[in-house]
């Protein structure tokens, strides 16, 4: 019955390594995101997902590659992880593209730790 | 881009006492203005949003205003109850759209008994 979940929960991982991080979600939306929030608890956008086309694409470094099979999934891959990357990673979902129906769901996110 | 900021980092009240939480955003383009409560390692949930044209929105305890003018809004919380201290962050968005949310940094509520 979870309306967004993400997989996993925990990832610790060394430096250098590659890892992904799945969310989905069964709202029916069309729109879905990639939040990053640091040890200071600072949310910030990473990327956004319409209809499995790309439509946000903050200052990421391009390590991170998001990828979206169908509208109802969009994972994050992450090559060569840093310390810096250690954080929550928050996905969450909304109808987007239509006023009135920009309400985000968040995902119980997923806390991962460089070492 | 927008830039949100977020008044006070924290704050500690009465049980029983209201609390303001206060925000100001950047671009004058936002139009969506969202309200989440996040618990100690849970997801940010939303509480109550406001869009711009609506100056103020009540939700039993809650209350939210926004004065598009100055490009701020506000959080109202009254007779405040322990379940209530949590962080709450305030965001705006040009909405309609795939927009991210641009976040403040956040309040920490402490209700003290």
């Known amino acids: 019955d979870t309306a967004v979940s993400q997989t996993p929960k925990y990832l610790v991982t060394q430096m250098g390594n590659d890892k992904s991080i799945k969310c989905e979600q069964n709202?029916?939306?069309?729109?879905m995101y990639w939040y990053k929030q640091d040890s200071k608890k600072f949310l910030k956008i990473m990327f956004s997902?319409?209809?499995?086309?790309?439509?946000i694409n903050e200052t990421v470094p391009n390590r991170f590659s998001p990828k979206s099979p169908d509208k109802a999934h969009l994972n994050l891959h992450i090559n060569s992880l840093e310390l810096g990357d250690s954080a929550v990673y928050f996905c969450?979902?909304?109808?987007?593209?239509?006023?009135?129906?920009?309400?985000?769901?968040f995902g119980p996110g997923t806390r991962l730790t460089v070492l | 881009g927008e830039n949100v900021e977020q008044h006070p980092s924290t704050l500690s009240v009465q049980e029983g006492d209201s609390a303001v939480i206060k925000c100001t955003y950047s671009?004058?383009?936002?139009?969506?203005f969202p309200w989440y409560k996040q618990e100690l390692g849970k997801r940010p949930q939303l509480i109550i949003d406001?869009?711009?044209?609506?100056g103020e929105k009540k939700d039993q305890r809650i209350a939210v205003t926004l004065n598009k003018t100055a490009k701020h809004f506000s959080l109202h919380i009254t007779e405040t109850q322990p379940e209530d201290s949590a962080v709450y962050f305030c965001?705006?968005?040009?909405?309609?759209?795939?927009?991210?949310?641009?976040f403040g940094k956040g309040t920490h509520l402490i209700i003290q008994p």
């Open positions: 997902y319409n209809n499995k086309e790309l439509i």
């Open positions: 709202l029916g939306h069309d729109t």
């Open positions: 969450a979902s909304s109808w987007g593209l239509a006023y009135y129906t920009d309400t985000q769901y």
């Open positions: 406001i869009r711009s044209n609506v």
């Open positions: 965001a705006a968005s040009i909405g309609g759209g795939a927009d991210g949310l641009t």
């Open positions: 671009d004058s383009a936002s139009n969506y």
